[in-house]
């Protein structure tokens, strides 16, 4: 459902909210992703905590309304399969809103890993942490707590191995492993970590035999 400004006759006009917005006929329920991504201006006008589509919407609160951030964060409503987006958009209020039991990790760790990083001792869990996707993002934003996130055995090494030639390089000695390796990933080693080529050169020489 669309709401056309009678002024400009665009769909969900913020310029002339007052001219279309009436709280009583207004669709929340199809249309609220339209309020938060357009209108964000006019929150205090729109808000309802009662009628706003949580379900399909909330991650459009974190992206559109983090400015008002106070007056629309409820745990118990918020979508959580929508983690992503608190870690994304509200990282600066990450205190108020993180819950290790309600957050997505599946959905959600590549974007702690990224944005979060400030708060890394608060929310790391080894055991939670979706290894398997967001294995690049420990490695590319966390290195400074290299130590602490380390697992060669959940580390994937297959389509990661590369962030940590890039972005690990000062961790040589303690992650590196030619057995685990991605072969595919000399490249990186030798733009990276030129200065322990002694040791990754026979991993070299096997990949460009076995090509």
């Known amino acids: 459902m669309t ?14 909210c007052d001219a279309w917005w009436n709280p009583d006929t207004f669709n929340y ?8 991504t357009h209108c964000s201006d006019h929150f205090d006008k729109w808000w309802n905590p009662n009628k706003y589509n949580w379900r399909d919407s909330s991650w459009r609160l974190a992206k559109y309304c983090c400015t008002y951030f106070d007056k629309w964060w409820n745990p118990n409503k918020y979508n959580w399969r929508d983690s992503y987006a608190l870690a994304e958009y509200c990282h600066d209020h990450f205190d108020k809103w993180w819950d290790e039991n309600k957050f997505d990790w599946e959905a959600g760790s590549r974007e702690l890993a990224k944005y979060c990083s400030n708060h890394f001792d608060k929310w790391w869990n080894p055991t939670r942490y979706e290894w398997l996707f967001s294995s690049t993002a420990l490695a590319q934003y ?26 690990c390089y000062m961790y040589f ?9 991605n072969a595919r990933y000399i490249a990186h080693l030798e733009q990276y970590c030129a200065e322990y080529q002694a040791k990754w050169t026979s991993l070299k020489l096997y990949a460009s035999l076995t090509a």
């Open 3 to 16: 709401y056309i400004c009678p002024i400009c006759r665009a769909n969900f006009c913020s310029k002339h």
């Open 29 to 36: 329920e199809r249309s609220s992703w339209s309020l938060a």
């Open 142 to 167: 966390c290195s400074q707590y290299f130590d602490k996130w380390w697992d060669e055995n959940k580390f994937n090494w297959q389509n990661a191995s590369w962030t940590l030639a890039k972005y």
């Open 173 to 181: 000695d303690k992650w590196w492993n030619p057995e685990k390796y």
